[in-house]
């Protein structure tokens, strides 16, 4: 008699399943937490949103195949000013045709930054990267017309739904958006980590000789890592400009990418949940640091620079107490409440904190 053998659900769809289940008890806390807090808060909690997506992207390309960016802010600057010209036609498109057209725009440009990256290494790639960010605000000047110079384009974003209200915060609306932008970040690029795509990135990042002999094409691996980021990092301009309802030149300046690493660093370089952290961090320090002035009546030089020190404190602080950012030192401390001493790795693996385990190979 024949039997009907029904296939087993295997690793990476059990993975899956996995990453959407967290990602709507996720939606759920952050719905009843915007839902409770001020509208200062929310908005704070939409910039952290859009800081996710961009210090993913980066934990992605940095942490999982290896390679140093300090261009990320240049790459939201182009996402930002595709949102702004999409928005300020007479019949703009909806939100979501507008961000998925900036992660498809940014990611164009990624690729072709990413090719000649592909043939640097080291300080050399940084180096070019840091140049990319110098350089692409400038564009703003010869084509003032279309990008507005010096004062950049305002971002129509509108209102609200009239369904939610006519009261309806839009502090609560742009924290609702990228939220739940972060949420659908985090869920594919957990997966993409899961995937036969992030195992060939790691083998890239651990040793591009041995990745070769694998049968491995090195280059046209990061260009593909250098392509995700960069639509993340659009994305994540798209999503400052819809917030901020602006996007001019002097928001994408070189410090932009440094506080973008800076938060990676910080929070786990090579840990997607350290990238939610290091977004917190980039958020709440800067409040903190002005409260701070405003309560010891701090000088006007004193306060701009203030959370730049608090930043490098911080670093210092981290990497001394947590070597693998603040995630590593979570994860650290949970195996000491656990009584047991856990393993240090030689490397921070993005996989080991969002999925738990690996897929058979």
Not at 23 to 29: F, Q, S, Y
Not at 65 to 89: D, F, K, P
Not at 124 to 136: C, S
């Amino acid at each position: 008699m024949a039997t009907l053998a029904l296939p087993r659900r295997g690793p990476l769809r059990s993975t899956l399943v996995r990453h959407v289940v967290l990602a709507i008890v996720g939606a759920l806390l952050l719905l009843v937490l915007t839902t409770s807090v001020s509208a200062y808060r929310d908005f704070q909690m939409a910039n952290i949103g859009y800081y996710v997506v961009a210090v993913a992207g980066l934990t992605v390309l940095t942490g999982l195949n290896g390679q140093i960016s300090l261009g990320h802010g240049a790459l939201m600057m182009v996402g930002a000013y595709t949102c702004a010209l999409l928005l300020e036609r007479d019949n703009p498109l909806p939100l979501a045709v507008v961000l998925v057209l900036c992660v498809v725009v940014t990611a164009a440009v990624g690729a072709l930054v990413g090719a000649a990256a592909a043939r640097l290494r080291g300080p050399y790639l940084a180096g070019a990267t840091l140049a990319f960010a110098v350089g692409l605000p400038g564009l703003t000047s010869h084509y003032a017309d279309t990008l507005g110079g010096d004062n950049g384009l305002n971002v129509l974003s509108g209102p609200p739904p009239a369904s939610l209200g006519l009261d309806f915060p839009p502090e609560r609306w742009q924290a609702w958006i990228t939220l739940s932008a972060a949420l659908i970040t985090l869920v594919l690029l957990a997966n993409l980590a899961s995937s036969r795509v992030g195992r060939t990135f790691r083998a890239v990042r651990d040793d591009e000789v041995s990745a070769e002999l694998a049968g491995i094409h090195v280059a046209r691996t990061q260009v593909l890592a250098f392509v995700i980021s960069a639509a993340c990092a659009g994305l994540a301009g798209g999503l400052l400009a819809f917030v901020s309802g602006q996007a001019s030149p002097g928001a994408f300046s070189v410090a932009l990418s440094l506080s973008i690493l800076a938060g990676a660093v910080l929070g786990g370089l090579g840990s997607l949940t350290g990238a939610v952290y290091g977004a917190i961090a980039l958020v709440m320090l800067p409040a903190w640091s002005s409260n701070a002035s405003d309560r010891f009546s701090l000088g006007t030089n004193v306060q701009h620079n203030l959370p730049l020190l608090v930043y490098g404190a911080l670093l210092i602080v981290v990497m001394l107490a947590a070597p693998q950012g603040l995630q590593g030192g979570v994860r650290r401390l949970l195996g000491l409440l656990h009584g047991r001493a856990p393993a240090t790795p030689a490397r921070n693996d993005p996989v080991t904190e969002v999925t738990v385990s690996e897929p058979d190979r």
